[in-house]
Every structure is written in C-alpha cells, then in structure tokens.
C-alpha cells in the first residue's frame, strides 16, 4: 500500500520561482526521505529528516516535517531548469517483522526557462 | 566509486521464457531490495534482503524470486515472466535498515515481455 502521497502530481513554475510539494503519509514513521528522478533513471536522494525533527535545510532544499499532521513539505529555492524532475517522498518505517522504505506517486516538476 | 549496477538496462523477452536481473553493490550494505515502477503507481517494492541469506517479501512479490547469496549481489529472478510483469525495475541498496542511511539506486532495467 502507499504510503506517502504526494501534492500537486504536477508543478510547472518559471525559473527563479519557488517550488513546494508535500507530502501526506498514514503511519507512524521513524524518518522521512525526498528523493529526484529525472525521467527514466534512478533515483537519486535528496534528503532525509527524523521523525524528532522539524526542519532541514540542504542548499536550496528545505524539507518541514510536522508529524502531528502526518506531513512533510519540500520547499526548493530559485529553482533552475535542471531541478525539472519527479520528486517522491518515502516513509520510513520499521517495527516487529516490518521493515519498509514506502514510495509515493511523485510529483513532476517543470521549471521552464 | 560507491554505485549500484544492474544488468541488463534493456529486455525484450517472450512470456515464459526465465530471466534474471542482476544487482551488485560495492559498498558492503546489508540491506538491498527491488521495486518495480509504473506510471501512475509509483515505486512500489517487489522484495527486500536484510543481509544474507534473509529475505522477505514486499509488497507486490507475486511472480518474483530473489536469493542473497552473497552480500553485494541480489538477483532478481522471473521464472516465467508474463506481460503484466513489463516494467521498469530499480535495485537498491543501503547501509542497513536500523540506522538513518540513505538508499542508493540502480540506474534501472527497462523489461518488456510480449
């Protein structure tokens, strides 16, 4: 079953703009990573927040974590032509017998030129 | 160079006809697993190993076998693929499942069975 599920499943923004996605999961989680795929290819990671954190900041990623609301948000800064991407977040939990890194649907992200 | 290999990168197989998708990881990780994207579906994981010799199943296994020989290798085996099985598959691979690691993936296997 899905996990996370990300919002909008598609943003197209003007280079120099600001790009949020969020993302909403259902679970408990022990942590919360983003990670970019550029199309057809591996996805490569991003960033990774604890669930005992709120914030964290990479470059021009900032990821908020607010898990009263079962939510995380990535906030991409001056985005670039080359940030066009799909971007998912994924849920990480483990617990007894369980232990799974679950994927979102993605959200695909055009930063026009 | 720490890197995730698969091979092939590109199949194009009859249904039936048994098949294995290799993965190698040269950073001695315990923890490697397979997911299989689709459009409008996501990655979602086929299984997962966490060390040698331990593996279990995901969330959609059916159709798929995995061994864990070895720590660096983890095939993934379609004894008789079928055409709902064509895919793009990702193996993955991180330093363990208890500590706060980051996964790292293959550069995928674009499978298609007519």
């Known amino acids: 079953s899905q996990q996370g599920e990300e919002d909008p499943q598609a943003l197209s923004i003007q280079e120099g703009e600001n790009a949020t996605m969020n993302c909403s999961y259902k679970?408990?989680?022990?942590?919360l990573q983003w990670y970019r795929q550029n199309s057809g290819r591996g996805l490569v990671h991003l960033i990774l927040?604890?669930?005992?954190?709120r914030e964290k900041h990479s470059g021009r990623l900032r990821v908020t974590l607010d898990t009263s609301k079962k939510s995380s948000s990535l906030l991409i800064t001056a985005s670039r032509a080359a940030d066009t991407a799909s971007y998912f977040c994924a849920t990480d939990a483990w617990g007894g017998s369980n232990y799974k890194l679950t994927f979102g649907k993605g959200t695909l992200l055009t930063v026009n030129p | 160079e720490a890197q995730v290999t698969q091979n092939p990168r590109y199949l194009i197989t009859v249904t039936g006809k048994k098949l294995t998708v290799t993965c190698s990881q040269n950073?001695?990780?315990?923890?490697m697993s397979w997911y299989r994207q689709d459009p409008g579906l996501g990655l979602r994981q086929i299984y997962y190993s966490m060390n040698v010799e331990v593996t279990d199943k995901g969330d959609v296994p059916e159709g798929y076998k995995v061994s864990r020989k070895e720590k660096r290798n983890f095939p993934l085996i379609l004894e008789s693929p079928s055409p709902n099985q064509t895919s793009l598959y990702f193996c993955a691979s991180r330093r363990d499942f208890s500590s706060s690691y980051e996964q790292y993936f293959g550069p995928g296997t674009r499978l298609t069975v007519t």
């Open positions: 679970t408990s989680i022990n942590n």
């Open positions: 950073m001695n990780h315990e923890y």
């Open positions: 927040i604890r669930s005992n954190e």
